[in-house]
């Protein structure tokens, strides 16, 4: 696992861009050399490298695993539910972060059809929100307690297809920083966008991940070959 440098270590990062001179780590084979990818997006207060601890419970021998870091460890300041010029200028920088370690596994030969998108809690919103601007056959898309971002007023149609992108969306029904009904409005957008989306609730589980998400995530990454 390999850091292109610390977290927070330039200090002359452009402040319009806040996430663009944090490290993006990787993990696992080379991406010149591996058959598929993850990209990992970690919560807020985590790191690149907590999320790559998940990743390798479950990632093959074949694949790379990127994870962006953000800046101060926050991809956006606010709820994800707050307006969403709020959470600018993080927000729209956190969202070319997963672009650019796009690119970068595209650029490797790796082909989006072999590519899974993964975030835990605010890197969930901030996965769900890229994949839902930017609908493509992707390899997979896993949602762990996460939702589209901004409040119910600004929920607007998004264009395109993922043309059958097999998505894993799993949180608790009693999660403080997730409501229930973002989840299932998340579900909708991307059922309307031509996603094959799997649905999961779990009771009382509160803010985390559990084996059931696990076992699905591991599932997912497995399709990938």
Same mark, same amino acid.
């Given at each position: ?11 002359? /990062? ?20 591996? %058959?598929?990818? #993850? ?15 998940? #990743? ?26 707050? +307006? ?18 796009? #690119? ?35 390899? %997979? ?8 971002? %901004? ?32 989840? /299932? ?5 991307? +059922? ?14 509160? /803010? ?8 699905? #995530? ?8």
């Amino acid at each position: 696992m390999t850091p292109e440098s610390d977290p927070d270590s330039d200090s002359h /990062h452009n402040a319009s861009e806040p996430h663009q001179n944090q490290p993006l780590m990787t993990m696992g084979a080379s991406p010149d050399a591996a %058959g598929s990818a #993850v990209i990992a997006l970690h919560g807020r207060g985590a790191t690149a490298r907590s999320i790559l601890q998940f #990743v390798e419970t479950f990632r093959q021998s074949e694949q790379v695993a990127l994870a962006p870091q953000a800046m101060g460890q926050s991809w956006y300041p606010n709820s994800f539910l707050a +307006e969403t010029e709020s959470n600018e200028p993080g927000l729209s920088s956190g969202l070319q972060a997963i672009d650019s370690a796009l #690119v970068e596994v595209e650029t490797a030969g790796i082909p989006l059809e072999r590519t899974l998108l993964l975030g835990f809690s605010q890197g969930a919103c901030l996965t769900a929100e890229f994949v839902a601007r930017k609908p493509r056959r992707y390899g %997979g898309v896993a949602i762990l307690s996460g939702g589209v971002i %901004g409040p119910e007023t600004s929920l607007r149609d998004y264009d395109g297809s993922f043309e059958g992108t097999p998505i894993f969306i799993g949180c608790s029904d009693n999660d403080p920083h997730i409501p229930l009904e973002r989840v /299932h409005e998340t579900t909708t957008i991307f +059922e309307a966008l031509e996603g094959d989306v799997t649905e999961r609730i779990y009771e009382r589980m509160g /803010h985390g991940i559990n084996e059931d998400e696990q076992k699905a #995530v591991t599932e997912l990454v497995e399709r990938l070959r």
